[in-house]
């Protein structure tokens, strides 16, 4: 057992917070909640790797450093938003986003490296947000339609000098003279991201270092010759903060000497002009998709309790050589002929529909008859070691109340 200050965010509808909280005080965590949202905590006790942890292996917590949580609370996407993040992997920021954004909202995530798009993939599928899809373009060169987002977060490639304390060779590694072709991508994303931006659209321009060519340089690169405007930040509690360079204000510069995060950067750049609709904005025509949309209400679901996909936000389910995926209704307006996917739900095999057993975004409300709702982590211990357990009808799975997945029955046992 150790003393930790890892930080983490609890991944689950407000009224849901106590019920993680408590699963994890009853596998031995303590922790503090932090003063810059609701939703953040600070680990204080660490009996085991918290990653470990029942809540994480089933998406209720994300562990993330402290810092890295300011840019999308910076960029602040309303409910319901649509918001693009550039480059998304491993989706620490993204799936925050989405959280922001609630069910009602879309976040396309695009992570330009093909061998990191299935770990941003998994982390989201982990955490059951239905509402975000992913995609795999040079960020640069994303064929997106100009002036056709609200909301862009952007954290690139960079320097990671604010990681330093965690990689001691991140230095050595990025010496000042090898950042330029660091520098020249930060750039040629800044301009994709100016083109893609509506008119009052906002982009958080973010880094994990502290070199003042990978920060204050690109805003005033941004300001001067891209055109965009520097909305002011104020500075979020909890942190200590260093002076901004370059004779800038309103951008943060978090103090990594003070071992409350890493050295992180944030600029909120601002698009002028009003919010006014654009000819290709919000455009939508019937999608091309290589597969067959679904109607629920035809599917044969032989689970019980039968699927809620009346809980899905809106949009619609597809069936890709029986794979069921959700397409949440913002993303059907994307380009024809962009790669993209959404969210699995399950297999479809002559129509009937089996959904995946970690996909608890299709579980009912926790009631009698409806599955195994345990109470205790030993018991979950258990199941998740391969272990069978007597278990009531039903094939959901709960943990004092809290959605988990679907069991698979043999008789009067379950197995996960």
Same mark, same amino acid.
């Given at each position: 057992?150790?003393?930790?200050? #890892?930080?983490?965010?609890?991944?689950?509808?407000?009224?849901?917070?106590?019920?993680?909280?408590?699963?994890? @005080? @009853?596998?031995?965590?303590?922790?503090?909640?932090?003063?810059?949202? $609701?939703?953040?905590?600070?680990?204080?006790?660490?009996?085991?790797?918290?990653?470990?942890?029942?809540?994480?292996?089933?998406?209720?917590?994300?562990?993330?450093?402290?810092?890295?949580?300011?840019?999308? =609370?910076?960029?602040?996407?309303?409910?319901?938003?649509?918001?693009?993040?550039?480059?998304?992997?491993?989706?620490?920021?993204?799936?925050?986003?989405?959280?922001?954004?609630?069910?009602?909202?879309?976040?396309?995530?695009?992570? $330009?490296?093909?061998?990191?798009?299935?770990?941003?993939?998994?982390? =989201?599928?982990?955490? %059951?947000?239905?509402?975000?899809?992913?995609?795999?373009?040079?960020?640069?060169? !994303?064929?997106?339609?100009?002036?056709?987002?609200?909301?862009?977060?952007?954290?690139?490639?960079?320097?990671?000098?604010?990681?330093?304390?965690? %990689?001691?060779?991140?230095?050595?590694?990025?010496?000042?003279?090898?950042?330029?072709?660091?520098?020249?991508?930060?750039?040629?994303?800044?301009? &994709?991201?100016?083109?893609?931006?509506?008119?009052?659209?906002?982009? =958080?321009?973010?880094?994990?270092?502290?070199?003042?060519?990978?920060?204050?340089?690109?805003? !005033?690169?941004?300001?001067?010759?891209?055109?965009?405007?520097?909305?002011?930040?104020?500075?979020? $509690?909890?942190?200590?903060?260093?002076?901004?360079?370059?004779?800038?204000?309103?951008?943060?510069?978090?103090?990594?000497?003070?071992?409350?995060?890493?050295?992180?950067? !944030?600029?909120?750049?601002?698009?002028?002009?009003?919010?006014?609709?654009?000819?290709?904005?919000?455009?939508? @025509?019937?999608?091309?998709?290589?597969? #067959?949309?679904?109607?629920?209400?035809?599917?044969?679901?032989? %689970?019980?309790?039968?699927?809620?996909?009346? #809980?899905?936000?809106?949009?619609?389910?597809?069936?890709?050589?029986?794979?069921?995926?959700?397409?949440?209704? @913002?993303?059907?307006?994307?380009?024809?002929?962009? #790669?993209?996917?959404?969210? $699995?739900?399950?297999?479809?095999?002559?129509?009937?529909?089996?959904?995946?057993?970690?996909? &608890?975004?299709?579980?009912?409300?926790?009631?009698?008859?409806?599955?195994? %709702?345990?109470?205790?982590?030993?018991?979950?211990?258990?199941? !998740?070691?391969?272990?069978?357990?007597?278990?009531?009808?039903?094939?959901?799975?709960?943990?004092?109340?809290?959605?988990?997945?679907?069991?698979?029955?043999?008789?009067?046992?379950?197995?996960?």
């Amino acid at each position: 057992m150790s003393r930790a200050n #890892r930080s983490f965010r609890l991944v689950c509808e407000p009224g849901e917070a106590a019920a993680v909280e408590a699963w994890l @005080a @009853a596998q031995g965590f303590a922790f503090e909640a932090e003063p810059f949202h $609701p939703l953040c905590r600070v680990c204080t006790l660490e009996p085991f790797a918290l990653g470990d942890s029942q809540a994480a292996r089933f998406g209720y917590i994300y562990i993330q450093d402290r810092s890295s949580m300011l840019p999308p =609370l910076a960029l602040a996407p309303a409910q319901g938003s649509c918001v693009l993040d550039m480059c998304a992997a491993p989706g620490s920021k993204t799936g925050f986003l989405a959280q922001l954004t609630g069910r009602a909202g879309f976040v396309l995530g695009n992570e $330009p490296g093909h061998g990191r798009l299935p770990t941003l993939r998994q982390n =989201l599928r982990r955490m %059951n947000l239905v509402q975000a899809a992913t995609c795999s373009y040079p960020g640069e060169s !994303l064929p997106l339609r100009d002036e056709s987002w609200d909301f862009i977060q952007l954290d690139p490639p960079c320097s990671g000098w604010g990681t330093e304390a965690k %990689n001691p060779e991140v230095r050595a590694i990025w010496t000042p003279e090898k950042t330029g072709p660091l520098v020249s991508l930060q750039r040629k994303l800044l301009a &994709r991201a100016a083109s893609l931006l509506a008119p009052g659209g906002r982009a =958080l321009y973010s880094t994990c270092t502290t070199n003042v060519e990978e920060n204050e340089a690109q805003t !005033l690169f941004a300001m001067d010759e891209l055109g965009l405007d520097l909305s002011p930040l104020a500075p979020p $509690p909890g942190f200590a903060l260093d002076a901004p360079m370059l004779g800038l204000s309103g951008v943060v510069r978090t103090d990594m000497t003070a071992g409350e995060g890493q050295g992180f950067y !944030l600029a909120l750049l601002q698009k002028p002009g009003s919010d006014e609709p654009h000819p290709d904005k919000g455009a939508q @025509a019937a999608p091309s998709l290589p597969g #067959r949309r679904l109607d629920p209400a035809r599917l044969d679901c032989p %689970n019980d309790p039968a699927p809620a996909f009346e #809980r899905l936000p809106p949009g619609e389910i597809w069936d890709f050589a029986g794979a069921a995926f959700f397409l949440p209704r @913002a993303a059907l307006g994307l380009p024809p002929g962009f #790669r993209w996917q959404g969210f $699995p739900l399950g297999k479809i095999v002559k129509n009937r529909f089996r959904p995946d057993p970690r996909c &608890r975004a299709l579980l009912p409300p926790w009631r009698e008859g409806a599955g195994l %709702n345990l109470t205790d982590p030993a018991g979950l211990s258990a199941l !998740l070691s391969g272990q069978s357990i007597a278990a009531p009808p039903g094939a959901g799975l709960y943990f004092h109340g809290l959605p988990l997945g679907w069991l698979t029955r043999k008789g009067k046992r379950a197995i996960w």
